[in-house]
C-alpha cells in the first residue's frame, strides 16, 4: 500500500521520483489499521445509503400501488353511478313519452 501511494504522488502530483524505502513495522501497523477503519467506515456508509434508497424506493412503489388501487376503485365507483344515471334518465324519458302519449 505505501509503495502504491508513493508511486501515485509521484505520478500524480508531480513529486520527484526517489527510491520506494519501506516502512517500519510501528508505522505499517498504523497505516495499516487506519486503512482498515477507514475501510469499514466506508462500508457502513455505503451501507446505510444503499438500504435508505432501497427502503425508500420501496414505500414509493407501495405508495403507488395504493394511489393505483384507489384510481379503479373511483373509476369503477364514477361508471357505476354514471349507468345508474343513464338507466335513471331513461326511465324519466319513457315517464315523459308515455305521459304525452295519453
Not at 414509493?60 to 364514477?78: I, T, Y
Request: glycine share 8%; charged share 35%; aromatic share 4%.
Amino acid at each position: 500500500m505505501h509503495q502504491t501511494e508513493v508511486k501515485l504522488r509521484t505520478n500524480v502530483m508531480g513529486e520527484a521520483k526517489a527510491s520506494i524505502r519501506p516502512l517500519n513495522d510501528s508505522k505499517a501497523i498504523t497505516n495499516g489499521a487506519t486503512a482498515l477503519a477507514e475501510g469499514f467506515l466506508f462500508f457502513v456508509g455505503v451501507s446505510l445509503v444503499v438500504g435508505e434508497a432501497w427502503r425508500s424506493s420501496r414505500s414509493a412503489s407501495k405508495r403507488r400501488d395504493d394511489v393505483d388501487d384507489r384510481l379503479e376503485r373511483l373509476e369503477a365507483g364514477v361508471l357505476e353511478f354514471q349507468k345508474g344515471v343513464d338507466e335513471r334518465g331513461r326511465s324519466e324519458e319513457d315517464m315523459i313519452r308515455r305521459q304525452e302519449e295519453k
